[in-house]
């Protein structure tokens, strides 16, 4: 992977951060070094420098990392943003230049046409435009949601595509609840109406989980992203604005095989929002890829995957 591990000072502040909390258990003595690095982290997010583009009046934000050659675009997850992908940076920063978005409804990204869903076409002709200076081909990093986008964009440039990153990446098979939780398809005005009647999303929720229907783990994961008015309305209109981003796996599988895009996929093995099982859908049709069951559930697959490029360069 060409990574440099101790060429950031930031990266043995991460090793610190995500292994000490089981130390801490032991001993909490470790405590104040934790809380420390935690704060490294949270200050370092906070200083990271972030640009603007504005295309077809819509505002799009952005961070860029490392200094490489090659160009790798970021799509994160949902309810995160662009700087989600952090920990990859010292593994990335000498080989790739990352770009790494906020989509829209998160981070500093705007939507401005409430009413009306984000294209494929518009999709194409941003990146389009933000790749017009450079002519040579690209590779992709996504997380969950951001795999949505990161599907439009092969489907948009499959010959331009080197290799593609994939960490549990919606699009491909999703769990039914969480596309519950976050692509309300049938009641749409009742799923509206609960952004501002909460209690009527969590009476589902507690119905269902009487009924033993939802993951724990889903169930918390749905609860967090509709906790505030906020989050609510980013979920409903995160919704309507990417309603269109369906694919046919079988096409992208093609075009990966054609073009022999290099796929690598991480997934964590506690998951149950993106599974292994679910991701068959895609895999079974492409000729060569590459498969990392991570120890860890959905939420944690970012860091995980860092560690594990960072570790086995």
């Known amino acids: 992977m060409g990574c440099k591990i101790f060429t950031k000072n930031y990266f043995l502040p991460f090793l610190i951060h995500r292994y000490l909390p089981r130390a801490i258990h032991d001993n909490p003595i470790y405590l104040p070094i934790w809380l420390l690095t935690h704060l490294f982290y949270m200050f370092r997010n906070i200083f990271m420098k972030g640009h603007f583009i504005t295309f077809e009046k819509q505002q799009i934000h952005y961070y860029k990392m490392g200094n490489g050659p090659e160009i790798i675009l970021a799509f994160h997850g949902f309810g995160l943003d662009g700087s989600s992908f952090l920990p990859f940076e010292p593994c990335f920063e000498s080989k790739y230049t990352v770009y790494s978005f906020d989509l829209f409804y998160h981070g500093k990204s705007y939507w401005n046409n409430n009413n009306e869903p984000l294209s494929k076409i518009f999709w194409k002709e941003f990146i389009a435009y933000f790749l017009k200076d450079h002519k040579g081909k690209f590779s992709l990093l996504c997380f ?170």
């Open 144 to 313: 969950s949601l951001g795999g949505k986008f990161a599907l439009a964009t092969i489907e948009a440039f499959p010959e331009r595509i080197d290799k593609v990153y994939f960490l549990a990446p919606d699009g491909i098979e999703t769990s039914k609840w969480y596309s519950l939780a976050t692509y309300p398809y049938l009641l749409r005005q009742y799923f509206k109406s609960m952004i501002v009647k909460p209690k009527r999303f969590f009476r589902i929720v507690n119905f269902l989980k009487s009924l033993r229907l939802m993951d724990k783990g889903i169930l918390k994961f749905a609860s967090s992203q509709m906790n505030t008015t906020k989050k609510r309305r980013r979920v409903y209109y995160s919704w309507l604005a990417f309603v269109e981003l369906y694919f046919d796996l079988n096409e992208i599988a093609r075009l990966i095989n054609k073009n022999n895009i290099e796929v690598i996929m991480f997934l964590g093995e506690f998951d149950k929002i993106i599974t292994e099982k679910g991701m068959s859908k895609l895999l079974r049709n492409v000729k060569k890829y590459d498969l990392h069951l991570l120890p860890c559930g959905h939420n944690h697959l970012i860091s995980h995957a860092a560690e594990y490029l960072n570790q086995n360069r």
